[in-house]
């Protein structure tokens, strides 16, 4: 009804987004410029449309189980086949998260009506998908990336999953396919589809947004954001526009992009195929495309002309939602902790950058508690060892100690160090030191407290550099995000202490995810890993320095560069002389005081 | 605002709707369509801009059920009514073109 200038081209008017409001793109200092084949520079507009399944227990419109690799067609009912006379019943829990994720982006949860899209496709019995139209329940939200870039979200709306096709012969393509074979199991599973602005100006961006995106769905219990799985699907819109203009140019929408690499590649080969088009007098199409992970390419699905007329109509079975400001307020209060503020947390405890890669990667993979429990722990060992368990002022490691881990029945004793002198090796240790008897929510709700929170701070630079090392890159695999805080405290505390080197620690953190019953002092000690100490280190090193003359004289007149080279040599003979016991940094340092 | 819905548009609605309609219904459903076209625009000429869009005739919101799960049908059921069926799932003949 707005376009009714009869001389106006669709080319001049406005554009607009799918709710009527102009489109707006935003500046960013991390902008793709692509060139096309004539040399020209082109740059990337590119919106985003992220499907996500909730976790409900039963789908959108029926009780029938939301269960993802059960056998074929066993999670049915007459709802999910459309068989007749059954009629859809909105699953509460499903507006309920698709309201907590409108209040965990700022946006407004409004009143919102079904509709029904309708097409032919086997993967919908009912021949329609009910879905949200005009009017959807979450509009006009933002996230933030970790780079402090911020994508707008212009809606996200309620709508129910397909189901599930299998083509059989030619070679399980849908071309050339004999016949298909479909399993309605995935059919009317609830799905948030959550539309962003054309804010993303980068393929790095894009991978940013889809990783944020998925945080936030599974801090707040929304999905669990599996993209192998399918639970979380992206779309990229993608468009390009000659560097530096205020255009909107025609976009192609990429489907089939199943991991965050994938999507940037996607939207890399996609902005140059479209800038080689423009630049060439071609046009871009605005149609479907198909990302084809083997040969890096995208390819026409189908033109927008063609199929892209679904005919939406308010659905007559389903009666509109609406929460109302009180009920939308009561699940604002109980988001729980969203990866930004997390992320602000765990930079302000370690004083690192909120931006810092370490910082980004643990809470993307929510083990922020685990680090900020293993940093308080490690002030209450540190604050141990200075002579009583209460020892040091401010005493936070005594008080939280006594007032917040003992009431939650958190493990409290430490485990004994076989390395130490332990004075008190009658204590009962053994049966209450069990660490991993601390339920996650325990130390969830041990971290988040304020005396918690100030004995990680607490904790010395080393401790905190050493936690995050250890959290980023040797706690990702397998078993990992298990390990209790305490172990890794202790851990750390050996460390730091001198006890052990990073090399070695290495290795007795991964005995120590393996076997839930060893402890580091416990490892150490089967490894034989002992404390070199310097006197005995300083020896070996002059004895490296004496057998290699002329590599010690281009070390001490050569310029940082070759200093920074033949520091390597230095460490890997000094490592290969003490089979690994030296610590690399000791060795620098004892190289650098001794080149002076 | 007055356009009259063509011959054009017609076949382009049975196309979508997978209706194979002959010449002279085509004739018949543009002239039928139209007039029902035409009563709409009756109401469109009113002034009702202080008027909310009516999406559903009952005045009723918040019709939910909550997220318990109930009876599912067996596979042998819900494939008993299927054409053809093949491995625990519904067989369908060969699919033209991606799903939208």
């Not at chain 1, 526009?241 to 996609?270: F, H, M, Q, W």
């Not at chain 1, 971290?447 to 401790?463: H, I, K, M, Y």
């Not at chain 1, 002329?550 to 033949?566: A, I, M, N």
């Not at chain 2, 009723?60 to 299927?82: F, W």
């Amino acid at each position: 009804m707005t376009d009714t200038d009869p001389t106006g081209s669709a080319d001049r008017s406005v554009p607009t987004d799918s709710l009527g409001n102009p489109i707006t793109v935003p500046d960013s200092d991390d902008i793709l410029v692509v060139s096309a084949a004539d040399g020209s520079r082109w740059e990337l507009v590119c919106g985003l449309e992220v499907h996500a399944e909730l976790a409900t227990r039963t789908k959108m419109f029926s009780g029938a189980p939301n269960r993802f690799g059960d056998e074929p067609n066993t999670n049915i009912d007459p709802v999910t086949l459309g068989l007749p006379g059954t009629l859809p019943v909105v699953n509460e829990r499903a507006v309920e998260l698709a309201a907590t994720f409108g209040c965990a982006v700022g946006a407004t949860v409004q009143r919102s009506v079904f509709s029904r899209k309708n097409y032919f496709y086997p993967d919908m019995p009912k021949d329609f998908q009910i879905s949200q139209y005009d009017q959807p329940i979450v509009i006009d939200g933002t996230l933030e990336l970790p780079s402090g870039h911020v994508v707008g979200i212009e809606r996200a709306h309620l709508e129910e999953d397909t189901g599930k096709s299998t083509h059989v012969g030619g070679d399980g393509r849908i071309h050339g396919a004999d016949h298909s074979l479909v399993d309605y199991n995935r059919a009317g599973v609830p799905l948030l589809e959550i539309v962003s602005r054309p804010h993303v100006r980068s393929a790095e961006q894009a991978r940013a947004y889809v990783s944020e995106l998925r945080s936030i769905l599974v801090a707040c219990g929304i999905s669990d954001g599996k993209m192998e799985e399918g639970s979380m699907r992206v779309d990229a819109n993608v468009s390009v526009r000659p560097e530096g203009s205020d255009e909107i140019r025609t976009r192609c929408e990429i489907k089939n992009v199943n991991s965050l690499r994938s999507l940037g590649r996607a939207i890399e080969y996609e902005a140059t195929r479209q800038a080689d088009l423009h630049a060439s007098g071609d046009r871009v199409v605005q149609e479907t495309r198909h990302w084809n992970e083997a040969d890096g390419r995208t390819s026409t699905m189908r033109s927008k002309e063609e199929a892209d007329d679904y005919r939406y109509f308010p659905e007559p079975d389903l009666v509109p939602i609406d929460l109302g400001a009180e009920r939308v307020a009561a699940i604002a209060a109980t988001l729980p902790l969203l990866p930004a503020a997390r992320r602000a947390r765990l930079a302000e405890v370690t004083g690192e950058a909120r931006t810092a890669e370490s910082v980004v990667v643990v809470v993307e993979r929510g083990q922020d508690d685990q680090a900020l429990a293993a940093l308080a722990w490690t002030t209450h060992l540190a604050s141990e060892s200075e002579g009583g368990p209460h020892a040091g002022e401010p005493d936070v490691a005594g008080r939280f100690m006594a007032e917040v881990v003992e009431p939650l029945a958190i493990a409290v004793a430490p485990a004994p160090k076989p390395n130490a002198p332990s004075p008190d090796s009658s204590a009962p240790a053994e049966s209450s030191a069990d660490p991993s008897a601390a339920s996650a929510a325990s130390v969830a709700r041990w971290v988040l407290t304020d005396e918690g929170l100030a004995a990680a701070r607490e904790a010395s630079d080393a401790a905190k550099a050493r936690v995050l090392v250890h959290v980023t890159q040797n706690l990702g695999a397998e078993g990992g995000a298990d390990l209790s805080p305490l172990r890794l405290a202790e851990l750390v505390a050996m460390e730091v202490a001198g006890e052990l080197t990073a090399t070695q620690a290495k290795q007795v953190l991964a005995e120590l995810v393996d076997d839930p019953a060893a402890t580091a002092g416990s490892v150490a000690t089967a490894k034989g890993f002992e404390a070199m100490d310097t006197g005995a280190l300083e020896a070996q090193v002059d004895a490296i320095i004496a057998a290699n003359p002329s590599e010690w004289e281009q070390f001490r007149t050569g310029d940082p560069k070759v200093r920074g080279k033949l520091t390597g040599f230095f460490v890997g003979q000094v490592m290969k002389a003490t089979k690994g016991q030296a610590d690399g940094k000791q060795v620098t340092a004892l190289l650098q005081s001794k080149a002076t | 605002m007055s356009v009259r819905i063509t011959r054009d548009d017609v076949a382009h609605v049975a196309t979508l709707a997978r209706l194979s309609l002959a010449d002279d219904e085509l004739d018949t459903f543009t002239a039928q369509l139209a007039a029902v076209l035409e009563h709409a625009e009756d109401v469109a000429a009113l002034d009702l801009a202080d008027v909310p869009p009516t999406s559903h005739p009952v005045p009723l919101v918040n019709v939910l059920r909550p997220d318990v799960p109930g009876p599912t049908l067996s596979p042998e059921d819900a494939l008993a009514a299927a054409p053809q069926a093949e491995d625990g799932r519904f067989r369908v003949p060969t699919i033209l073109g991606e799903a939208p």
